[in-house]
């Protein structure tokens, strides 16, 4: 059974900092590419970041320069480091293997992150 546990998330000033974690079993993880997903209130769910199985990285526009995302093939997690963060980051985070964002966002279990201004 495929689990993610999702971690890391609260709430913060603009320009503050978050971590994320998302623990993952249950799949081939040194198979799969694994990526970060948000949903705003009122928006689509997007896609904000991909580590693919050989290590590339894979960003949104919106948070290039900001968001680092890492893995660590050993413990089957994957990370999101989130810096200057800013009031449009704010929504729902996902993790998950790469697919579609509007299923990954209806069925995921999240983690809130709130960013003030």
């Known amino acids: 059974e495929v689990e993610l546990v999702v971690s890391g998330g609260g709430a913060v000033q603009a320009g503050g900092s978050l971590r994320l974690s998302c623990a993952a079993s249950?799949?081939?993880?040194?198979?799969?590419?694994m990526g970060w997903y948000r949903q705003a209130p009122g928006k689509e769910c997007e896609e904000v970041s991909v580590?693919?199985?050989?290590?590339?990285?894979i960003y949104a526009n919106s948070v290039k320069g900001r968001f680092t995302i890492s893995k660590d093939s050993a413990k089957t997690t994957i990370f999101l480091q989130m810096n200057n963060l800013r009031p449009e980051d704010t929504g729902m985070y996902y993790c998950a293997m790469r697919g579609d964002p509007y299923l990954i966002c209806s069925w995921g279990e999240g983690t809130q992150v709130t960013v003030s201004s």
């Open positions: 580590i693919t199985n050989s290590g590339n990285k």
């Open positions: 249950g799949f081939t993880f040194s198979e799969s590419d």
